[in-house]
């Protein structure tokens, strides 16, 4: 059976039926921090959930939770991307290399990047590479 992560946040059922399970709401400082040691997976995956306007913190937490030399597998819809290049460039200021790009499939790009070290830009550093578009959905 499926069981809720203590991180999980309360989830509303349907309208009026208040949240699936009631626990204290995480401090806004900790929301985007999964409960994993620092430097302690091999992959970090994010297939179409770049999604918030906080993407560099996602790619942060990447960053602390993947071991050294770690693998970091993006999947976006190419839609999203105004530059693909300022992109890359941004991800890489985060502490990553780029391995290998994918970007011959009309809906969707493919990267992995490998783990080279911490951010190197500091938390104010403006990295304007990181706001992606809303997705465009196509009638087909």
Request: aromatic content about 10%; hydrophobic content about 45%.
């Amino acid at each position: 059976m499926f069981e809720e992560p203590e991180w999980a946040e309360a989830a509303p059922v349907a309208a009026g039926l208040g949240p699936v399970i009631s626990r204290p709401q995480p401090a806004a400082a900790l929301q985007n921090r999964v409960p994993l040691e620092d430097e302690s997976v091999d992959v970090a995956v994010f297939c179409l959930s770049l999604m918030g306007t906080n993407i560099r913190d996602f790619l942060e937490e990447a960053n602390r939770v993947l071991k050294p030399g770690g693998l970091l597998k993006v999947a976006e819809v190419s839609s999203r991307f105004e530059d693909v290049w300022t992109f890359l460039r941004a991800v890489t200021k985060l502490g990553f290399k780029i391995v290998s790009k994918d970007l011959t499939n009309s809906h969707f790009f493919l990267f992995d990047f490998q783990k080279t070290g911490p951010p190197q830009v500091g938390p104010k550093a403006q990295l304007s590479g990181l706001k992606l578009h809303p997705c465009l959905y196509k009638r087909r």
